[in-house]
């Protein structure tokens, strides 16, 4: 996400507004052109932070906005156009307390390793970043003693603009960094995921709900199965798991989530409430060819 100083500025001066502000206001205010103002305007509105009544514009009731205004009252002296300016945004949701080397930092946001030290290098004397030393390397850290409303809003920011994928006509299952994960009755222009996506591994299943991931891209078999884990609600729902998990155990060795611990031990016989029983899976394996049910 790229935010322009001239955005940020205008934001700031919306957002200390006792009223609603008036493109012409900001036009004189900011020194820039009709055009310019309007587009600022429009690039605001997009992500959420700001919207239109009548010819007026004013903060939007939405989290980020509401994260952004507590930012500014809290640090109204600190220079916010230069902090969140460029791609700082995405930078700064990458930082947290446990300490991260340039080159990760770089490699997590895909920004090139000479802009994120340009970044770092100016976050640093605000406090807003702390740096410390591992061997011979250096390790950067967000500093959430002085800056937690600053996490907030990144946070609220980068959260809102993920939620915005989802459709209205979908139910949201879970929002992750950078994507969703949803249901919905109707065809989606998303790709689909989760028990959807079980019949090209082996599974056929009838569903009555489809299940979608934004933005549009190529899953591996391990994402599809953390979807699945994710979207199961019931006892049916995570049988239909363990059984795409022993179908494809050996592209799923890796993968990583909370409930796979359950998984194996109903595969040694444990009783797990919610869970299917091991005969229970027994039964079912045999409809999709699964000879091994051991964990």
């Known amino acids: 996400m790229h935010i322009s100083e001239n955005e940020v500025h205008a934001l700031i001066l919306i957002t200390r507004s006792q009223e609603p502000v008036h493109p012409s206001g900001l036009q004189k205010e900011m ?14 509105q997009d992500i959420g932070l700001v919207e239109r009544a ?13 994260a952004f205004k507590r930012l500014y009252y809290s640090h109204r002296a600190s220079p916010l ?31 090139s390793s000479d802009t994120v030290y340009y970044y770092l290098q100016g976050l640093r004397p605000l ?6 030393m591992q061997g011979k390397a250096y390790l950067y850290s967000f500093n959430y003693v002085i800056w937690p409303e600053l996490k907030d809003f990144v946070t ?34 998303a ?11 082996g599974i056929k299943l009838g569903l009555r709900d489809n299940y979608y991931t934004l933005p549009k891209r190529e899953l591996s078999i391990q994402e599809v199965f953390i979807h699945s884990l994710d979207s199961a609600e019931d006892y049916r729902q995570r049988l239909f798991c363990i059984l795409f998990y022993l179908k494809n155990r050996d592209e799923l060795k890796d993968a990583r989530h909370p409930m796979i611990k359950s998984i194996r031990e109903v595969l040694r016989g444990e ?19 699964i000879t091994n049910i051991e964990p």
């Open 31 to 44: 020194g820039l052109l009709k055009g310019s103002i309007s587009r600022i305007i429009t690039s605001l």
């Open 54 to 66: 009548g010819g007026e514009i004013l903060l939007a009731g939405t989290p980020p906005a509401e």
């Open 81 to 111: 156009s230069e902090i969140l300016s460029g791609r700082r945004v995405e930078l700064l949701s990458r930082l947290d307390s446990q300490p991260k080397s340039l080159e990760t930092l770089a490699e997590e946001t895909g920004i």
């Open 127 to 132: 406090g807003i970043v702390s740096r410390s």
């Open 156 to 189: 609220a920011l980068q959260e809102f603009q993920v939620v915005r994928l989802v459709p209205r006509d979908a139910l949201l299952i879970k929002s992750y960094e950078d994507s969703v994960l949803f249901k919905s009755l109707k065809q989606q222009d």
């Open 191 to 201: 790709t689909l995921t989760s028990f959807s996506a079980y019949n090209e591994y």
């Open 271 to 289: 009783h797990i409430k919610g869970y299917p029983t091991k005969d229970d899976i027994e039964e079912q394996a045999e409809l999709y060819g």
